[in-house]
């Protein structure tokens, strides 16, 4: 089996995750998991994306063995766990926020599109706010 992660913010080609990375990368992976209950986050305590300058939430990244590539650590997670390849349309999206975390019960494949729909809901995207003809007037709210 051979596993494709794609990552689109770095713009990476696509690179092949075969059995043997897997199998390099396992130990390599858990050795920097601080692993706590199946509810809470598991906190990744390798290196991140994050530049010194950077503005944007950290990812924990692994170096995919006999390569220049980073695996994002939580979609390395997935794979781990889920033990199934990451298809080009699919996005491996936290459901706690938490960019860093590697729980696997954390973890869902969305489709790009879902991820979307998620920020905007949590109001991090464009558009969140009602438009303020759609607000009810100050009288109608009884305190
Ligand atoms: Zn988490």
Redesign the pocket.
């Known amino acids: 089996m051979s596993y494709i992660p794609i990552d689109r913010e770095q713009k990476i080609d696509p690179v092949e995750l075969t059995d043997r990375h897997l199998e390099i990368l396992k130990p390599r992976f858990w050795d920097k998991v601080w692993k706590r209950g199946e509810d809470e ?1 598991w906190l990744w305590t390798g290196a991140t994306n994050a530049g010194k300058n950077c503005k944007r939430l950290p990812y924990g990244v692994i170096k995919i063995p006999n390569t220049r590539k980073l695996i994002k650590a939580h979609i390395l997670s997935f794979i781990l766990h889920y033990k199934r390849p990451i298809e080009a349309n699919e996005e491996i999206c ?1 459901r ?1 926020d ?1 960019t860093i ?1 590697v ?1 696997p019960y ?1 973890l869902f494949a969305g489709l790009k599109s879902d991820n979307m729909q998620d920020m905007i809901k949590k109001g991090r995207g464009q558009g969140q706010f009602l438009p303020s003809d759609k607000m009810p007037p100050k009288s109608d709210i009884p305190f």
């Open positions: 986050c936290h706690c938490t975390c729980n954390h």
